[in-house]
């Protein structure tokens, strides 16, 4: 009887521990049980499989728009994707996005800047790729990490189920069930709530999320897919793709395909459509269509060659979309405006708001009429003045990654946002931190020569004693200085040598055997993990507190701000009295359980004009247009993210800007917008009254 009733409670806890595990909640709104990456089995509108996601996608009416690449990388998709997502914005339409990477890497995080170009971070601590960035900044939305998806992330998710016994005891084989898991996901970032402006993210996990009210579901999503058609490991994004337009219909999902028109000749010149053919014979192959042809080249495509690629490729005439080299990449929306592709999407989307019975794309030449729409105007207002700026300013970019121009993409970007709202050209001067080591010779005169110094963020003890050094110029000099994240520890470290006393100050992040409380200026954060590399530091959107007095809130114009983090590291708490007895102000600080975490410094302004650092990334919520102004009593708007606004302000604390151009009326003074970094022409007056 014992050994019965022990075998009857042993089942019994077997049992409420294999439903435990399946009702474990879940990090984030896909989560995979036991750690994995991606969506949860159990949805949260109660769609369960395939079919119910299907189903739910074709009677909401939401649209997809896949956007590929063929001939070769690097081609514009992520912009292409990105002003695409403008026209239906200006269609009133709400748009969301995703990006494919066929590489096994679960997330960017772990990748080489050389490699891979800058990590850009959101608001969940999502770790992706940078064309996320891009995405964020055209279509003014906050993303999340679920908008990223790589082969690693997907066979992550199939592996876990398969070990938890999802399948069956099925054989597990990339066609059906790796693709119907990349179907899923697709399906399920089209429908998953956006926001436009930064969120705290929840502490305590919750499968079942409140929908906020700012939240709203995406009637567009833009998927664009890595790499170039054709490459072996893009093969299994490129079948579910194509069974996914199968299952959701002909008029819910359409493919934008960005091809090469080469060139050749001299000096006679042709336009060769060669490329493009075998690009577009290939899609057709794998088993897509494309419905839009996108066509890169340095001038637009004759009408000869269009005639040609449409015989060749079966794509309407019309459809072929000349995207050619422009000034400004804010004028690709418009350019795409020009040649109707609105219009066209509209109806090959059968958009109700738009819809057009028994016409064809000749007809539709003013479906949309996008021109009257406030984003479009805002957007060529945005074009127009980059291309007739009124002064120039030079940014000194202090790093370690100068040789691959994308390192850095989200900071310059903020930068030209500063200085498209002030018709300034933004020229940065990108400069080795390493070459600035040891007197710093010809990289140090090439430094002294910019209006405003930036130290970035970066890993690795490589050129660091270089950064140190631009550091100490720009606080003797009184050049307006940004530094951000591992800038702004150094910036730390650079005042505790120079003021504190300690010589020997360092991060234990470079060097080992520091003295606690001594020399140790910035110390390893306590929740960190030094095993695991991947998804481990202090990531996302977190709340810092602006101190009463400071030129932060005085420039935010509010106590609590969120900006978006990415850092191992941290300011010794232990330090920061003496160094703010001796006059580095420590003004924000985060709002964990702690309360210690040093996240915004400054120097006083009767020390320097604008010395100030920031251990969060603002660059990565600066967005080109909505701003979102405040309005002060002089009737100019202020900045919420000031620091990279220094930048383009301080450029050399207006002496030198009036220098360079003895015509300026006005001087550079710093104010804020919400979501960007803004500097405006005003009066001396006003500046007194802007920045105290």
């Known amino acids: 009887m014992y050994c019965r009733t022990a075998w009857t409670i042993a089942l019994y806890l077997c049992i409420k521990c294999a439903c435990a595990i399946r009702e474990t909640p879940t990090q984030g709104v896909f989560h995979v049980p036991r750690g994995g990456e991606g969506h949860s089995n159990n949805d949260k509108d109660g769609a369960t499989s395939l079919d119910e996601l299907v189903e739910e996608h074709v009677a909401s009416n939401r649209k997809l728009v896949v956007v590929t690449g063929g001939v070769l990388s690097g081609i514009g998709k992520g912009v292409t994707a990105s002003s695409i997502g403008v026209l239906f914005r200006a269609m009133g339409l709400r748009v969301t996005a995703l990006k494919i990477d066929p590489y096994l890497n679960v997330d960017a995080g772990t990748m080489s800047p050389f490699e891979h170009g800058e990590v850009f971070v959101l608001d969940d601590g999502g770790e992706t790729d940078l064309d996320l960035g891009n995405y964020e900044r055209f279509l003014s939305v906050c993303l999340t990490k679920n908008s990223n998806l790589s082969t690693g992330k997907i066979y992550q998710q199939v592996i876990e189920k398969e070990r938890i016994g999802h399948y069956l005891g099925k054989t597990v084989q990339v066609v059906p069930h790796v693709s119907d898991a990349i179907q899923e996901w697709v399906l399920r970032v089209a429908r998953e709530p956006i926001t436009h402006f930064s969120t705290k993210v929840p502490q305590s996990d919750n499968k079942h999320k409140a929908k906020s009210k700012n939240e709203q579901e995406p009637e567009v999503c833009i998927v664009e897919l890595g790499g170039t058609l054709g490459d072996i490991e893009s093969m ?6 194509r069974q996914l337009q199968e299952r959701v219909g002909y008029k819910n999902m359409c493919f934008v395909h960005v091809s090469l028109v080469p060139v050749l000749g001299s000096p006679v010149t042709e336009q060769k459509t060669k490329p493009t053919q075998h690009s577009v014979k290939m899609m057709m192959q794998l088993g897509l269509r494309p419905d839009f042809l996108c066509c890169r080249g340095k001038e637009m495509l004759e009408e000869g060659v269009r005639k040609k690629l449409s015989l060749f490729t079966s794509v309407p005439e019309k459809a072929i979309i000349s995207l ?10 418009l350019m795409m405006v020009e040649q109707n592709l609105c219009g066209m999407l509209a109806q090959r989307l059968r958009l109700p708001k738009y819809r057009r019975h028994g016409i064809n794309y000749d007809s539709v030449p003013n479906l949309c009429n996008l021109r009257d729409s406030k984003i479009f105007r805002e957007w060529t207002e945005l074009a127009n003045s980059v ?11 202090v790093g370690k990654y100068c040789d691959q121009g994308d390192a850095y993409l989200s900071v ?35 430094l002294m020569q910019c209006d405003g110094i930036v130290v970035p963020g970066g890993f690795g003890s490589r050129g660091f004693e270089g950064k140190i050094n631009a550091i100490r110029r720009a606080r ?6 940004l530094g951000i994240c591992l800038g702004m520890q150094a910036a730390v470290i650079e005042y505790a040598r120079s003021f504190a ?5 360092h991060s234990a992040e470079f060097q080992d055997g520091l003295v606690e409380g001594e020399n140790d200026v910035v110390i390893f954060m306590p929740e960190g993990d030094r095993e695991r590399m991947g998804g481990t530091m202090r990531l996302g959107a977190r709340e810092t507190v602006l101190r009463k007095g400071s030129l932060a809130r005085k420039l935010y114009g509010s106590e609590r701000i969120m900006e978006r983090h990415r850092h191992r590291y941290e300011v010794n708490p232990t330090v920061v009295s003496k160094l703010e007895a001796l006059g580095l102000h420590f003004v924000g600080k985060n709002t964990d359980a702690s309360g210690e975490r040093m996240e915004v410094i400054e120097l006083d302004k009767d020390v320097h004009p604008y010395f100030t650092g920031a251990q969060f990334h603002p660059e990565f919520t600066s967005r080109p247009e909505k701003p979102n102004p405040m309005v002060s009593k002089a009737h100019f708007p202020y900045i919420s993210a000031w620091w990279l606004v220094s930048l383009t302000k301080l450029f050399s604390i207006v002496s030198r800007s009036v220098a360079r151009n003895q015509e300026a009326k006005g001087v550079l003074s710093l104010v804020v917008v919400n979501c960007g970094w803004y500097l405006v022409l005003v009066s001396p007056h006003v500046c007194q009254q802007v920045v105290p």
């Open 236 to 241: 299994p994004f490129v079948e579910a793709l």
């Open 387 to 397: 291309d007739t700026p009124e002064n120039e300013c030079r940014v000194a970019m």
């Open 412 to 446: 310059v970007k903020a930068l030209t946002h500063a200085a498209i709202a002030t018709r300034q050209k933004l020229n940065v001067e990108y400069i080795e931190s390493s070459d600035l080591e040891d007197g710093g010779g010809e990289a140090m005169d090439r």
């Open 501 to 505: 006393d300690i010589p020997t100050a």
């Open 476 to 481: 003797e000099k009184k050049i307006p200085f």
């Open 324 to 333: 050619h080299d422009v000034s400004n990449i804010y004028r690709v929306p």
